[in-house]
């Protein structure tokens, strides 16, 4: 695909999301943002903004970054962002050959390898935009790893060790559904040209007490980084209003003789079991109402714990140890 034909398709697009076209950029303003990074910009990259200066996709907030904006947004590295989403959560960044503007790369965020580059080619890019957005199959992060594969090799199931182990504890609980787990394995069985069987064991699982046992048949190892973990997922359910603080307290219930975590952890969770039980559901509403405020204060210590960033889990556990240690 080249420059042209990726115009054409915002011209004529019509798919499922909703996109906005912003105004041509002037010629002025093109030049201002060169000036400023000390840069020449790739031709192609210029045709694109002299049609739009930018577009917005409403999946995610995903957003190709009007030139004035580039500017008012730089970093301290003068990184030149030329999309984002969910207010800059994200950036994907350009980067162009000092020897030759019309030779540059377009550069995703990783946090196993760094930065991946994705293209060499706007074309190509506006295209996965209007494909998938930022998270459906097609789009930016699916084409992430489908390069992570091609780069690093596929995704060894003895890696995902701690995140299965977390999902066969959330299934469990009735924190997560078969289909989250499922679609996780058909996500990497998409990216990867040749996945491990695992994968396919997962996808094709056809209940959940299936589903359990092939997970468990790794010899998952259950530790305390992988509870908090869970203790998340419970933070974004109550986030979301997916569970009540009464189902919260009942899963706290569960882990009140661990004797890995710390003092704070294991006197607020026996607080709020036996709070409960003296409380929760008598007539005083305005004690359930603070007992319900506590256990979601609680809880909100791991919602930094994530799903899909379980490489992050050691370091987020260290941090929140650090600070329960500290006196929190």
């Known amino acids: 695909m080249n420059i042209n034909d990726a115009i054409e398709l915002l011209k004529c697009y019509s798919g499922p999301f909703e996109l906005t076209l912003h105004p041509r950029a002037s010629e002025a303003l093109i030049q201002k943002v060169e000036h400023f990074y000390g840069v020449t910009l790739p031709d192609d990259f210029k045709t694109l903004y002299r049609f739009t200066d930018g577009f917005e996709i409403d999946e995610d907030i995903l957003n190709m970054i009007p030139l004035q904006e580039m500017i008012s947004h730089k970093n301290a590295d003068k990184s030149i962002w030329i999309a984002e989403y969910m207010i800059y959560s994200e950036m994907w960044e350009l ?18 390898h760094g930065k991946i580059a994705l293209t060499h080619s706007v074309a190509e890019f506006v295209g996965r935009c209007l494909k998938g957005g930022v998270f459906e199959k097609g789009g930016l992060y699916h084409w992430k790893d489908e390069i992570k594969a091609k780069v690093y090799g596929n995704v060894d199931p003895e890696g995902l060790k701690p995140l299965f182990a977390v999902f066969s504890e959330c299934l469990k609980l009735d924190l997560i559904s078969k289909h989250e787990v499922t679609e996780r394995a058909d996500w990497i069985i998409s990216t990867e040209h040749d996945p491990h069987p695992f994968f396919k064991r997962i996808s094709a699982s056809r209940a959940v007490p299936e589903l359990i046992t092939v997970l468990n048949s790794v010899d998952l190892i ?14 974004l359910k109550l986030l979301i209003n997916k569970i009540k603080p009464g189902k919260a307290i009942s899963i706290l219930a569960k882990f009140t003789d661990r004797k890995d975590l710390t003092p704070y952890e294991t006197n607020e969770i026996r607080y709020l079991v036996n709070e409960r039980r003296r409380w929760y559901n008598r007539l005083d509403k305005t004690l359930r109402i603070k007992l319900s405020d506590r256990t979601k204060s609680f809880f909100d210590n791991y919602s930094r714990f994530n799903l899909y960033y379980h490489t992050n889990w050691n370091a987020i556990n260290d941090r929140l140890v650090s ?6």
């Open 95 to 112: 980067e162009i050959d000092s020897d030759n503007f019309n030779d540059y790369s377009i550069l995703a965020d990783d946090m196993d």
């Open 222 to 235: 259950e530790d305390i980084v992988q509870v908090r973990a869970i203790f998340g997922v419970v933070a």
């Open 323 to 328: 600070d329960f240690s500290a006196g929190m």
